[in-house]
C-alpha cells in the first residue's frame, strides 16, 4: 500500500514540475510578447525604445527618445496591454474555476449572467451619458448584482442536490432578463448617438482604456485569483463531485461560494473596463488543460498567463488588421467559435 501511495505521489509530484516548467515557458511568451506590442500602431516604436522608455522610471538612463515615444509608451499603449493582460487573466482563470467547479466543459464565466448585468449597467451609464467612471462603475455593480440575483433564485427553488443544476439554471433565466433589459434601452436610445455608443461597447475593446482603468480593475482581479489560488487543491477534489468531496472532508457549500465570488469579481471587473469578451472563458481554459494537464494547481495559474497572453496578441490583431480598429469581442468570437464547435462534438464523451 505504502509502495502504491508512494509511487502515486512520486508522479503527481513530477506532473506538477512538469506543468510548472511549462508556465514558465507561458510567461517568458507573455514577457516577448508584451514588449512586442509596443511596436504594433500607427506610430511604430522599436522594442529597444520601448524597453529603454520603461525602464527610464525604474533606473536612470541617458533619454535619446521622443517625447511622443514616451507618450505612446506609457500612456497610451501600456494601460491598453496592460488592461488586455488583465482582462485575459480573469475571464480565462474564471473559466477554469467555472468549469471544474460545475463540472462541465461548456460552461463560461458568464453562465451566471454576469456579463448581461454588467452590460445592462453600463447601458444605463451611457443612456445617462455619464463619464467613464460612471460607466464602469454601473457596469461592475450590475454585474455583481446579476450573480447575487441568480443565487436567490436558485436558493428560492433549489432543492438538495440539485443545487448545482439551479444555480446554472438560475444564471441562465437571469442572463436572459438583464439581456432583454439591455434590448429595451438600445430601443428607447437615441439612434445618432447613444445607440452606437451601446452596440460598440457591447462589442468589447480596449481602445478607451486609460491607466485609472487599469488600476482600478486590478485590485478586484487579483484578489479573485488569490482566492481561487488558495482553493485550488479544493477544486482538485469538487471535480470528482460535491459527495465525493463532502466525504473527504470539504465544506462543499463554503468553497462552491467563495469560488463563484472570486471568479464574480474578476468577471464583473474586466468586462467593466472592455466591454463584452465572448468565448475567452470557455475556449482557453480547454487549452491550458491540454497544455499543463487537469491539476488545478497548475491549471488556474496556466489559464490566466495563457488568457493574458492570447487576449494581448488578439488586441493586437485587433487594432492592426484593418485601417479601422476592428471591436476585440467579435475578433474573439470570430476565432473561438469553430472551437466551440469542436467542443460540442466532444461533449458527449463525458467530462474527465
Same mark, same amino acid.
Given at each position: ?24 515557458? +507561458?510567461? =517568458? ?11 504594433? !500602431?500607427?506610430?511604430?516604436? $522599436? ?28 500612456? =497610451? ?13 480573469? +475571464? $480565462?482563470? $474564471? !473559466? ?11 460552461? $463560461? ?30 457596469? /461592475?455593480g450590475c454585474g455583481l448584482l446579476a450573480v447575487l440575483s441568480t443565487y436567490a433564485v436558485a436558493a428560492r427553488f433549489g432543492e438538495a442536490g440539485e443545487t448545482t443544476l439551479i444555480l446554472i439554471l438560475s444564471g441562465i433565466i437571469v442572463g436572459a432578463l438583464f439581456s432583454a433589459f439591455i434590448s429595451t434601452i ?73 469560488? =463563484? ?7 464583473a471587473s474586466a468586462v467593466a473596463i472592455s466591454g463584452v469578451i465572448g468565448l475567452v472563458g470557455l475556449v482557453v481554459p480547454h487549452i491550458a488543460r491540454a497544455y499543463v494537464g487537469p491539476n488545478f494547481s497548475v491549471l488556474i495559474p496556466g489559464s490566466a498567463l495563457l488568457g493574458a497572453l492570447l487576449i494581448m ?7 492592426? +488588421? ?11 468570437? =470570430?476565432?473561438?467559435?469553430? /472551437? ?13
Amino acid at each position: 500500500m505504502k509502495d502504491a501511495k508512494t509511487v502515486r505521489s512520486h508522479r503527481a509530484a513530477a506532473l506538477f514540475s512538469a506543468g510548472s516548467a511549462k508556465l514558465w515557458i +507561458l510567461a =517568458i511568451a507573455i514577457l516577448i510578447a508584451f514588449i512586442f506590442s509596443f511596436a504594433i !500602431g500607427r506610430y511604430a516604436v $522599436s522594442p529597444m525604445t520601448t524597453v529603454e522608455i520603461l525602464a527610464s522610471k525604474i533606473v536612470d538612463i541617458p533619454r535619446h527618445w521622443t517625447s511622443q515615444a514616451q507618450t505612446i509608451v506609457l500612456d =497610451i499603449r501600456l494601460p491598453r496591454i496592460a488592461a488586455a493582460m488583465l482582462v485575459g487573466l480573469a +475571464l $480565462s482563470a $474564471s !473559466g477554469a474555476a467555472y468549469q471544474g467547479l460545475f463540472r462541465n466543459p461548456l460552461v $463560461s464565466p458568464d453562465i451566471l449572467g454576469v456579463s448581461a448585468g454588467a452590460g445592462f449597467g453600463a447601458s444605463i451609464g451611457i443612456l445617462l451619458a455619464s463619464g467613464p467612471v460612471v460607466v464602469q462603475g454601473l457596469a /461592475f455593480g450590475c454585474g455583481l448584482l446579476a450573480v447575487l440575483s441568480t443565487y436567490a433564485v436558485a436558493a428560492r427553488f433549489g432543492e438538495a442536490g440539485e443545487t448545482t443544476l439551479i444555480l446554472i439554471l438560475s444564471g441562465i433565466i437571469v442572463g436572459a432578463l438583464f439581456s432583454a433589459f439591455i434590448s429595451t434601452i438600445k430601443y428607447i436610445a437615441d439612434p445618432d448617438n447613444t445607440l452606437p455608443a451601446i452596440t460598440y461597447w457591447l462589442m468589447g475593446g480596449l481602445s478607451a482604456v486609460d491607466a485609472d482603468d487599469v488600476y482600478i480593475s486590478a485590485g478586484p482581479i487579483f484578489l479573485g485569483f488569490a482566492i481561487l489560488m488558495v482553493l485550488r487543491w479544493n477544486l482538485n477534489v469538487m471535480a470528482f463531485g460535491e459527495e465525493e468531496a463532502r466525504a473527504l472532508g470539504v465544506n462543499t457549500m463554503l468553497v462552491r461560494s467563495a469560488v =463563484i465570488v472570486a471568479a464574480t469579481l474578476m468577471t464583473a471587473s474586466a468586462v467593466a473596463i472592455s466591454g463584452v469578451i465572448g468565448l475567452v472563458g470557455l475556449v482557453v481554459p480547454h487549452i491550458a488543460r491540454a497544455y499543463v494537464g487537469p491539476n488545478f494547481s497548475v491549471l488556474i495559474p496556466g489559464s490566466a498567463l495563457l488568457g493574458a497572453l492570447l487576449i494581448m496578441v488578439m488586441d493586437n490583431l485587433a487594432r492592426s +488588421l484593418f485601417a479601422t480598429e476592428l471591436p476585440l469581442g467579435v475578433l474573439t468570437e =470570430i476565432i473561438g467559435a469553430p /472551437f466551440f464547435l469542436f467542443l460540442l462534438t466532444r461533449a458527449r464523451r463525458g467530462w474527465a
